[in-house]
């Protein structure tokens, strides 16, 4: 028999699945139930309803993205590196993120070990900035989504060749995105 940790642990992983394939709106609560073999009297016993088990994923999904990443103000530019990386590892992190904005979700702020993650990334990127690792000219908020969106620029092409399992070419595009964010924060002279 499973614990009740277990089966919310399965829950959740059942409900990411769908989440990231269907969306909010497309998910069923009987296949999320099923795949986790459970019944949907103990998922929404646990979960009340279907968006709160949405927001439930999104949060956890949001928790485990931001601690696989962290931004150093020596190394900003391997931040990008480490965002290419976690988006190739897991897409379904960022297809939670499309649905949630598809869908006009108002996302609370992720955090990360009850910190919240953008106040850290702006605190780093102003050290960076303090220390002459990074140009101060930048607005930090405006380099943090730069740096983002370098880092997963790829995962979001809308092109066929975006999807490769070779590991020059996925090593070239990880290097050009460290590249470009390399020469973005290098301060001006």
């Not at 009987?30 to 309803?49: M, T, W």
């Not at 499309?98 to 702006?122: C, K, M, N, V």
């Not at 002459?132 to 809308?158: E, K, R, T, Y």
């Amino acid at each position: 028999m499973r614990s009740t940790t277990e089966l919310r642990g399965e829950i959740l992983s059942a409900a990411r699945a769908e989440f990231a394939q269907y969306g909010l709106a497309g998910a069923r609560i009987d296949r999320i139930a099923r795949n986790a073999q459970a019944s949907k009297e103990r998922l929404y016993a646990h979960f009340g309803d279907k968006e709160t088990l949405f927001r439930e994923v999104f949060a956890a999904d949001s928790a485990e993205f931001f601690r696989s990443v962290s931004m150093r103000p020596d190394a900003v530019p391997e931040f990008v590196g480490d965002i290419f990386d976690l988006a190739l590892r897991r897409p379904e992190h960022l297809r939670m993120i499309s649905w949630a904005h598809l869908e006009g979700f108002t996302l609370d702020e992720p955090q990360a070990d009850g910190q919240p993650i953008h106040a850290q990334g702006l605190a780093t990127i102003e050290a960076a900035q303090t220390s002459g690792h990074v140009d101060p000219a930048w607005q930090p908020a405006d380099l943090m989504v730069l740096l983002f969106s370098i880092g997963l620029g790829w995962a979001n092409l809308p092109h066929p060749d975006v999807a490769t399992d070779d590991p020059t070419v996925i090593a070239q595009r990880r290097a050009a995105a460290v590249e470009a964010a390399t020469r973005i924060v290098a301060a001006r002279t």
